[in-house]
């Protein structure tokens, strides 16, 4: 099966962010979501993968609320920034305002990344806050990560 041939690629290349998205699309179209969301959310615990983390976010946004929760259980400290911003922005889908701002907060301040800084642009926009928005995003087109950003966990070796 497709899956199968996914497994010995992934394998080959652990590292294939490509293969990682392929395999986790297959579980889900053989309807696991579950193992779908396992094998993302083990990838960002080692890996900072925005794609994934992009991905993920998909998957857990339908019950942000307890696929917050979960998030808040991990150890902030080794918190990948990939991870981070999943737990901001599934604290905005949530509708946790105070919580979600105070993590996007702290990640733009840690890990000024694109991503991090178009979210928080695409969040002030939503509040018709246009001129914060557009401080955004000068920011996240100023931010210096066009290169794949697959930094290894914080405190992992």
Request: one cysteine or more; charged letters at 25%; proline letters at 3%.
């Amino acid at each position: 099966t497709a899956l199968d041939y996914l497994r010995k690629a992934l394998r080959l290349m652990p590292e294939s962010t490509e293969v990682l998205l392929a395999m986790g699309h297959a579980h889900i179209t053989q309807g696991d979501e579950n193992a779908c969301r396992k094998l993302w959310s083990a990838h960002l615990e080692q890996h900072d993968d925005e794609a994934v983390a992009e991905a993920l976010h998909e998957l857990l946004r339908k019950d942000a609320l307890k696929a917050y929760r979960k998030m808040e259980k991990l150890n902030t400290e080794k918190m990948t920034p990939a991870q981070a911003w999943l737990r901001a922005q599934l604290a905005h889908d949530a509708n946790l305002s105070g919580l979600a701002m105070d993590h996007m907060q702290e990640l733009v301040k840690l890990y000024p990344g694109r991503l991090a800084w178009k979210t928080f642009g695409d969040w002030h926009a939503q509040t018709s806050d246009w001129v914060q928005a557009a401080r955004c995003y000068q920011q996240a087109l100023r931010a210096e990560d066009d290169a794949p950003t697959d930094k290894p966990a914080k405190g992992a070796s």
